[in-house]
């Protein structure tokens, strides 16, 4: 089966995770960043997961799975180490939009790729199951490649490109800026700052509009 490689909007919506191990902590890690409503039904969590709900950052149901736990679910991620368990919930979710069966990922019809997020910035690596041990190297060369200084500047390219869409420039030169952007090292604050002035200039209601 293929899947698509897709940027979905999470805010706000509910995901249920079965089961508070390992792979149900990685989960919800992902899960919270987007925004999400977690809920995580399991009678054990991992230390992290039990530090999460402590803080309310999941709601922790300490019981086992049943049926009624997916009800208005938008997500559901199977995680436990019981087969049978994980049968269970996948022939109750007929229903939920969006289904992670984390111990045979080609049933369901959502998948997590392994993933860096640099603020804006989100790379994934998948290989459509073929070794996520690969992808989790890939995904180590990736952070060194794309380290922290990226926030900063993918934030930068926000800010710019917000400034040009607005900007009196004619459509060859914001073409010709935002190549300019990408094509020469802007990661210097001093850098930034020049043309950060510039494009103040260059947009209507910016500091210096003539
Ligand atoms: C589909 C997917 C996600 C999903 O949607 O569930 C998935 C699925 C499965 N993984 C399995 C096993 C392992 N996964 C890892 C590790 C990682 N797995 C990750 C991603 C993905 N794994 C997604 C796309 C992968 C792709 O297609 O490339 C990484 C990259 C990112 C992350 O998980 O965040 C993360 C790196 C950790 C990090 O870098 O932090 C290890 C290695 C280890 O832990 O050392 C093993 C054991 C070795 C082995 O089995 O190879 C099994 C069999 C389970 C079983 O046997 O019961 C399935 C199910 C199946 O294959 O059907
Ligand atoms: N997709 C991926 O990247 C990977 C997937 N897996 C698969 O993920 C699954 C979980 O693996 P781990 O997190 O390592 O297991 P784990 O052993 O760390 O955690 C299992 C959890 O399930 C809970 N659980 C057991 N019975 C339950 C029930 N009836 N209702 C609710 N919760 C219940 C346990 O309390 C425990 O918290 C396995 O099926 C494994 O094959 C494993 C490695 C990677």
């Known amino acids: 089966m293929a899947f ?5 909007q999470l805010e706000n919506r509910r995901a249920v995770i079965i089961g508070g191990g390992k792979v149900a ?9 987007s925004g999400a409503q977690v809920t995580v039904v399991s ?16 709601a922790w149901k300490k019981k086992l799975f049943q049926p009624k736990d997916i009800k208005d679910a938008y997500i559901v991620v199977i995680a436990t180490n019981n087969e ?12 939920v939009p969006l ?9 369901g019809n959502l998948q997590f790729p392994g993933h860096i997020k640099r603020g804006r910035l989100s790379i994934a690596v998948s290989t459509g199951g073929a070794s996520p041990k690969l992808a ?16 900063d500047y993918v934030d930068f390219l926000y800010t710019c490109r917000l ?7 004619s459509s060859e030169e914001k073409q010709e800026t935002l190549k300019q952007l990408v094509e020469e090292d ?25």
Do not use: F
């Not at 902590?25 to 960043?33: F, M, N, S, V």
């Not at 049978?84 to 229903?95: A, F, P």
């Not at 989790?136 to 926030?151: A, C, G, I, P």
């Not at 400034?163 to 420039?169: F, N």
């Open 4 to 8: 698509a490689p897709l940027m979905v």
């Open 25 to 33: 902590c990685k989960r919800a890690r992902t899960l919270i960043e």
């Open 43 to 58: 009678p054990h969590l991992t230390s992290e997961l039990s530090v999460m709900a402590e803080d309310s950052v999941v």
């Open 84 to 95: 049978l368990v994980n049968e269970q919930v996948w022939q109750s979710s007929s229903r």
């Open 99 to 107: 289904v992670n069966v984390t111990g045979e990922a080609e049933r």
């Open 136 to 151: 989790s190297r890939m995904k180590e060369e990736l952070e060194q490649k794309y380290d922290h200084t990226y926030e």
């Open 163 to 169: 400034y040009i869409k607005r900007s009196r420039l």
């Open 186 to 210: 802007y990661r210097e604050e001093a850098k930034q700052h020049i043309m950060l002035e510039w494009l103040k200039q260059k947009t209507e209601g910016g500091d210096d509009d003539e």
